[in-house]
């Protein structure tokens, strides 16, 4: 499989300040890959690192299969960027700023051009200061999308956007890959990772700490399992059960975590007088949780 992004040991220091440090990264052509992190994990950074914006303390990084410290230019001409902060002029209207970038780019299509216009719900005859932050984000989606780039950068693309916009931009995502283009998507919104992304990748402190489907993920946290008895919770006869942690009695009620199958845990609940049984499938935020130590905050 082509590499979109191969990174070897990439590491950027600001001084004494951390930037990342030996980031080992594959982004395979035609995936939407996720790069999860809170703010403050080094996503920028690598981005920055990528279209070679910034100079890597050490290591080496190649996006298209070109070297980003010989082949910026190359790598530019070939990639839709959206950055995370970001200032355009002030005294062009959204669409001349829609325009500018397409004539410097070239190759776009104005119909596809006045369809992502039209989709976003933007208003393309105000000037770009004039904007709420939401709309300055549809023209700066409109810029990376517009001449369909084989790959897509984009550095928490959905700030400030509301709800129904997020899901137009998430089926321009899938409209990308089917197209068999690559997308890399920095966020710490884990919602809208698990719904577009084909791997996830969590970065925390700099070091990147897991890479995987986001399936895979989820097994890895594991289900979360109640079982309500008839009379008190055998908790002794799941003790030593493999991939039950974390049990817990309360009266009748059985609480643990599964890793694996739930199916012997099921069959062994079946020999007692069960009453209920719940299963809860773990989400990305479960495991992203989990790699930061934390516990999700209950909030009905």
């Given at each position: 499989?082509?590499?979109?992004?191969?990174?070897?040991?990439?590491?950027?220091?600001?001084?004494?300040?951390?930037?990342?440090?030996?980031?080992?990264?594959?982004?395979?052509?035609?995936?939407?890959?996720?790069?999860?992190?809170?703010?403050?994990?080094?996503?920028?950074?690598?981005?920055?690192?990528?279209?070679?914006?910034?100079?890597?303390?050490?290591?080496?990084?190649?996006?298209?299969?070109?070297?980003?410290?010989?082949?910026?230019?190359?790598?530019?001409?070939?990639?839709?960027?959206?950055?995370?902060?970001?200032?355009?002029?002030?005294?062009?209207?959204?669409?001349?700023?829609?325009?500018?970038?397409?004539?410097?780019?070239?190759?776009?299509?104005?119909?596809?051009?006045?369809?992502?216009?039209?989709?976003?719900?933007?208003?393309?005859?105000?000037?770009?200061?004039?904007?709420?932050?939401?709309?300055?984000?549809?023209?700066?989606?409109?810029?990376?999308?517009?001449?369909?780039?084989?790959?897509?950068?984009?550095?928490?693309?959905?700030?400030?956007?509301?709800?129904?916009?997020?899901?137009?931009?998430?089926?321009?995502?899938?409209?990308?890959?089917?197209?068999?283009?690559?997308?890399?998507?920095?966020?710490?919104?884990?919602?809208?990772?698990?719904?577009?992304?084909?791997?996830?990748?969590?970065?925390?402190?700099?070091?990147?700490?897991?890479?995987?489907?986001?399936?895979?993920?989820?097994?890895?946290?594991?289900?979360?399992?109640?079982?309500?008895?008839?009379?008190?919770?055998?908790?002794?006869?799941?003790?030593?059960?493999?991939?039950?942690?974390?049990?817990?009695?309360?009266?009748?009620?059985?609480r643990m975590r599964v890793a694996g199958p739930i199916a012997p845990v099921v069959r062994a609940a079946a020999g007692f007088d069960l009453v209920d049984l719940l299963s809860r499938e773990p989400?990305?935020?479960?495991?992203?949780?989990?790699?930061?130590?934390?516990?999700?905050?209950?909030?009905?």
């Amino acid at each position: 499989m082509a590499l979109a992004v191969h990174t070897e040991r990439l590491t950027k220091y600001y001084g004494r300040r951390r930037g990342i440090i030996d980031l080992n990264l594959e982004v395979e052509c035609g995936e939407v890959f996720g790069f999860l992190g809170p703010n403050g994990a080094g996503k920028t950074t690598t981005i920055r690192l990528l279209l070679d914006f910034i100079r890597p303390t050490r290591g080496t990084a190649e996006v298209l299969g070109l070297r980003t410290d010989a082949e910026a230019v190359a790598i530019h001409s070939r990639t839709g960027y959206l950055a995370g902060e970001f200032s355009l002029y002030d005294r062009f209207s959204g669409g001349e700023t829609i325009a500018y970038f397409a004539n410097l780019r070239g190759g776009v299509e104005p119909a596809y051009q006045r369809s992502l216009v039209e989709r976003l719900g933007l208003d393309p005859s105000l000037r770009y200061r004039e904007y709420s932050k939401g709309n300055k984000q549809k023209v700066a989606l409109v810029v990376a999308f517009q001449h369909r780039p084989e790959l897509l950068i984009l550095d928490e693309p959905t700030s400030g956007l509301d709800p129904l916009v997020q899901q137009e931009f998430l089926r321009l995502l899938a409209e990308a890959r089917a197209d068999g283009r690559t997308v890399f998507l920095s966020s710490h919104v884990i919602g809208e990772v698990e719904r577009s992304c084909d791997r996830v990748a969590i970065v925390r402190e700099g070091r990147l700490v897991r890479v995987d489907k986001v399936e895979a993920l989820r097994d890895l946290s594991g289900h979360r399992v109640e079982l309500r008895f008839a009379g008190p919770a055998p908790a002794e006869a799941f003790e030593s059960m493999p991939g039950v942690s974390e049990l817990s009695a309360d009266g009748p009620v059985l609480r643990m975590r599964v890793a694996g199958p739930i199916a012997p845990v099921v069959r062994a609940a079946a020999g007692f007088d069960l009453v209920d049984l719940l299963s809860r499938e773990p989400s990305l935020e479960d495991v992203f949780l989990a790699e930061y130590g934390m516990e999700a905050v209950d909030v009905r």
